[in-house]
T-cell receptor
Framework: DAGVTQTPRHEVAEKGQTIILKCEPV?????LFWYRQTKIQGLELLSY????????DGGAFKDRFKAEMLNSSFSTLKIQPTEPKDSAVYLC???????????FGPGTRLTVL | GEQVEQRPPHLSVREGDSAVITCTYT??????FFWYKQEPGASLQLLMK?????EINEGQGFTVLLNKKDKRLSLNLTAAHPGDSAAYFC???????????????FGQGTVLSVIP
């Protein structure tokens, strides 16, 4: 089975640009999560989908971050407009059901200049 | 909502010594507990999953203890070796037990360095 895949692995953007990160969960998994990881803040939940329905959109990240899941095998995270403080690693994870472990993708390292 | 505090943020031990990382959580409905390992430049890999019905879980070279009364979860690496050098994260979930969602609340992480 393929694990969680994320593209691109690295992204460099100018301040004010729009970027779209992509994620393919493990086949058959019902839940999909987007996280942001920084050294200072650690792992922060951005969005959570269950069976393609948005369950949580990460509160403080609402205004410029938008995650979508148009089908069960693909999700995108759009950041618009980007700011230098958005520089971080963005992780996508999926899980089968309640109580199962989350499988993490390799992440996208975003640098905003 | 759930809050998870993880200590220490950094830990340095000599090869062969033990290393203990502890997390405390607040939600008494928490039922699923996870430890993840993240090697430099890599993503998170599951180390162990613990259910609240089991208090002691043993893996290869480590033990996980769960104290539900004190709401404390600990990871004890016995006889650490340089390959254990990584960041470790605990994560807690109530699952669907109380009608809540399936998200994980992570600790802040512990960077472990094992000195040869």
């Amino acid at each position: 089975d393929a694990g969680v895949t994320q593209t691109p692995r690295h992204e460099v953007a100018e301040k004010g640009q729009t970027i779209i990160l992509k994620c393919e969960p493990v086949s058959g998994h019902n839940d999909l999560f987007w996280y942001r990881q920084t050294k200072i803040q650690g792992l922060e939940l951005l969005s959570y989908f269950r069976s393609k329905s948005l369950m949580e959109d990460g509160g403080a990240f609402k205004d410029r971050f938008k995650a979508e899941m148009l089908n069960s095998s693909f999700s995108t995270l759009k950041i618009q407009p980007t700011e230098p403080k958005d520089s971080a690693v963005y992780l996508c994870a999926s899980t089968m059901d309640w109580g199962y472990e989350q499988y993490f993708g390799p992440g996208t390292r975003l640098t905003v200049l | 909502g759930e809050q998870v505090e993880q200590r220490p943020p950094h830990l340095s031990v000599r090869e062969g010594d033990s290393a203990v990382i502890t997390c405390t959580y607040t939600d008494p409905n928490s039922y699923y507990f996870f430890w993840y390992k993240q090697e430099p430049g890599a993503s998170l890999q599951l180390l162990m999953k613990v259910f609240s019905s089991t208090e002691i879980n043993e893996g290869q070279g480590f033990t996980v203890l769960l104290n539900k009364k004190d709401k404390r979860l600990s990871l004890n690496l016995t006889a650490a070796h340089p390959g254990d050098s990584a960041a470790y994260f605990c994560a807690v979930s109530a699952g669907g037990a109380t009608g809540g969602n399936n998200k994980l609340t992570f600790g802040q992480g512990t960077v472990l360095s094992v000195i040869p």
